[in-house]
Nanobody, 123 residues
Framework: QVQLVESGGGLVQAGGSLRLSCAAS????????KGWFRQGPGKEREFVAA????????YYADSVKGRFTISRDNAKNTVYLQMNSLKPEDTAVYYC????????????????WGQGTQVTVSS
């Protein structure tokens, strides 16, 4: 079993930056793909970004390409989401997820999920 805990959310003005972290505990997660999803007010959960187990491949939703960067540090069992040039439409609860297969994670299926961290971007 893997437990995921997100942190780093908060309130930021449009154009600002935040870095989210997702720390894993439990069994080793270094072989798992990791990803970030978000759910805005009144919206369905959507894929944001994913990274394979080794960190050599990354995937992004079109809406965040060029602004968000996903990375991981397997020695620290942590995955990060650096968010720059934030927009009000990025306001959402951000969730960390993990799955054995990157492709499955990108499609929205995760074996493990965190509780989420709120990101609010003011205009």
């Amino acid at each position: 079993q893997v437990q995921l805990v997100e942190s780093g959310g908060g309130l930021v003005q449009a154009g600002g930056s935040l870095r989210l972290s997702c720390a894993a505990s439990g069994r080793s997660d270094s072989s798992l793909a990791k990803g970030w999803f978000r759910q805005g007010p009144g919206k369905e959960r959507e894929f944001v970004a994913a990274i394979n187990w080794s960190g050599t491949s990354t995937y992004y939703a079109d809406s965040v390409k060029g602004r968000f960067t996903i990375s991981r540090d397997n020695a620290k069992n942590t995955v990060y989401l650096q968010m720059n040039s934030l927009k009000p439409e990025d306001t959402a609860v951000y969730y960390c997820a993990a799955h054995v297969q990157t492709r499955t994670l990108v499609s929205g299926t995760g074996d493990y999920w965190g509780q989420g961290t709120q990101v609010t971007v003011s205009s």
